[in-house]
């Protein structure tokens, strides 16, 4: 799905998903949350805090809560989609209109209100070394703008560019993901800076 500038047009590009999407969107906006777009999805917010989000994919739909490891899940629902790299999301994947469950949503939807109110989270990890997968290091000896370009970005950008990368799981999106890149870092540009 690409990445919209609304959540009107966010639903309307969802294909099948449009229905569920509505029924979602109704739900979280019958809470105290500010409704926004950010990174071209979803994003409810409280007192400016990301709470839980939502998005459509081909084969489910869902919310991701921003602190979900805190929550209590006491109906089990919640799981780490990306095990060992986020610490502190957690999604709650449905498949069909059947699946969602006003009450119970708006229970944790709740419950995640509640520990912004009091300020507990995850901090994200900070001190996490840099690792440039070796596809990256090559092309950027390569590319000498692109190799002073990446070495001038602060810490942060230097791994959104490297983890790019390295979540690519075939060669071939490697080798297309670095083509695409390549004149971002040269210009100076963060990868997500579009959508900060």
Request: glycine share 8%; aromatic share 8%.
């Amino acid at each position: 799905m690409k990445r919209a500038s609304s959540v009107d047009e966010y639903i309307a590009d969802a294909g099948n998903l449009q229905c569920e999407l509505r029924k979602l969107r109704e739900i979280l906006l019958s809470t105290e949350l500010d409704e926004e777009v950010k990174w071209g999805a979803p994003c409810y917010t409280y007192d400016g805090n990301n709470v839980v989000g939502m998005a459509g994919f081909k084969s489910y739909f869902g919310l991701w809560f921003h602190q979900g490891a805190l929550l209590k899940d006491d109906k089990k629902v919640l799981m780490n989609a990306q095990e060992g790299r986020t610490k502190a999301l957690r999604q709650w994947r449905m498949q069909t209109g059947k699946d969602i469950k006003s009450t119970i949503i708006k229970a944790y939807v709740k419950e995640a209100i509640k520990l912004v109110k009091e300020g507990r989270q995850i901090a994200p990890a900070r001190k996490r070394p840099l690792f440039v997968p070796p596809e990256l290091k090559k092309a950027l000896r390569a590319d000498k703008t692109a190799g002073l370009g990446f070495k001038s970005l602060r810490l942060g950008l230097q791994r959104e560019y490297a983890d790019y990368i390295s979540d690519a799981k075939r060669a071939e999106t490697k080798i297309k993901r670095i083509e695409k890149i390549l004149p971002m870092i040269s210009s100076g540009a963060g990868l997500n800076d579009n959508y900060r």
